[in-house]
């Protein structure tokens, strides 16, 4: 079992930052490719940002690159999610995920999920 807690979530501004951070614990957190998702009110949940075991690969959603960078820290068992330039559009619950070696863009194929972590961005 692998547990995530996200946080960093909040009200803020467009065109603000935010930084999300997504903790694990549980099993070898270096074993693990890392997913951020959003989901808005009325929407499907949708790919955002994944990363490789070591953090030396990522891909970004077209909806989001330039805007938001995942990284991690195998050291503190942590992935982020820096966002900058925030829009109203960006408003949703973010939740991190966990499966085992490669990156993936759909949630069906995540084994392990936060709880979630809210951001609304206002006009």
């Known amino acids: 079992q692998v547990q995530l807690v996200e946080s960093g979530g909040g009200l803020v501004q467009a065109g603000g930052s935010l930084r999300l951070s997504c903790a694990a614990s549980g099993r070898t957190f270096s074993n693990y490719a890392m997913g951020w998702f959003r989901q808005a009110p009325g929407k499907e949940r949708e790919f955002v940002a994944g990363?490789?075991?070591?953090?030396?690969?990522?891909r970004h959603a077209d909806s989001v690159k330039g805007r938001f960078t995942i990284s991690r820290d195998n050291g503190k068992n942590t992935v982020y999610l820096q966002m900058n330039s925030l829009k109203p559009d960006d408003t949703a619950v973010y939740y991190c995920?966990?499966?085992?070696?490669?990156?993936?863009?759909?949630?069906?194929?995540?084994?392990?999920w936060g709880q979630g972590t809210q951001v609304t961005v206002s006009s």
């Open positions: 995920a966990a499966r085992r070696q490669l990156i993936a863009t759909s949630s069906d194929d995540y084994d392990y």
């Open positions: 990363i490789t075991l070591s953090g030396g690969s990522t």
